[in-house]
């Protein structure tokens, strides 16, 4: 029922800056929650930040929280992901996930849908 395509990824230096963008497909795009989950290589998936459908309410990990700002446009079907400051530890593959009904706030949330996701390299 959704289809999310991802964009934005690359190489980018320590401390750089980098907008990963999640465009969504449907016509009830402010009935999902969406956020953002990263994966690096032998780790498990894990929680970047989440939305509300509305856009009222924005939720992030620990690692992330004054660097990276979530934020959806419900007009375009789109949500996306401003990454400041980053940093080697931030490298990874980066997913767009929505779940109907619920906030997705931490990793052990259910996804309903995923993207395929777009890497992210921190190098100096």
């Known amino acids: 029922q959704v289809q999310l395509v991802e964009s934005g990824g690359g190489l980018v230096q320590p401390g750089g800056s980098l907008r990963l963008s999640c465009a969504a497909s449907g016509r009830t795009f402010s009935s999902y929650s969406m956020g953002w989950f990263r994966q690096a290589p032998g780790t498990e998936r894990e929680f970047v930040a989440g939305i509300s459908g509305s856009g009222s309410r924005t939720y992030y990990a620990d690692s992330v929280k004054g660097r990276f700002t979530i934020s959806r446009d419900n007009a375009k079907n789109t949500v996306d992901l401003q990454m400041n400051s980053l940093k080697p530890e931030d490298m990874a593959a980066y997913y767009c996930?929505?779940?109907?009904?619920?906030?997705?706030?931490?990793?052990?949330?259910?996804?309903?849908?995923w993207g395929q996701g777009t890497q992210v390299t921190v190098s100096s």
């Open positions: 996930a929505a779940r109907r009904g619920w906030d997705i706030t931490s990793s052990s949330v259910r996804v309903d849908y």
